[in-house]
């Protein structure tokens, strides 16, 4: 079954402490992307990646860092989380370069720091 | 001016009722429209996906595009309470790399 695949589903944790959201998809896309969803704000890009070892920023990267060492997987990564943090995240996979194609969706990661 | 357009709702309608769901955008580069659907709890799943100008088709799902107006919707004949759900609209140029832009999302509910 074609897949995005995010972990963990939900986490609460507190200010500055390290955490890492994984992200896997088995269609072999090239293209990935981290989203978060506000009330009131929709879904915004955080980060992308066009293939392996190449990301770019998205609208909303601060605090944020990702990495793409693999095609499948996109880990999210908050060094040092902060309250204002605290939303849902989703990760998107398509094919091609450009991302021009339908994303497809994992089912979030609802984050809560104190 | 915001982008992409998206009124939140809620929008209630019974059940059979023909609903019309609508974005408006200010950039005239975009190319490529979708249209999401979003349960409580879920990740959006991609209803309806368009290349430029025009309508499509899917069972009780139709899209349209029409350009000159920036002006996209997203029509569901004889609705069911299994399409209570939000719709996002989301669009993007056809430049490489450039963001998908989505709508709030409109929160529909249909009554039994």
Known sequence: EAQVTQNPRYLITVTGKKLTVTCSQNMNHEYMSWYRQ??????RQIYYSMNVEVTDKG???EGYKVSRKEKRNFPLILESPSPNQTSLYFCASSPGGQ???PQHFG???RLSIL | QKEVEQDPGPLSVPEGAIVSLNCTYSNSAFQYFMWYRQYSRKGPELLMYTYSSGNKEDGRFTAQVDKSSKYISLFIRDSQPSD???YLCAMRTDQAGTALIF???TTLSVSS
Do not use: F, N, R
């Open chain 1, 107 to 109: 089912d979030g990661t």
């Open chain 2, 103 to 105: 709508g709030k999302g």
């Open chain 1, 99 to 101: 991302g021009s194609k």
């Open chain 1, 59 to 61: 609208d909303v990267p």
């Open chain 1, 38 to 43: 506000d009330p009131g704000l929709g879904l």
């Open chain 2, 84 to 86: 209570s759900a939000t």
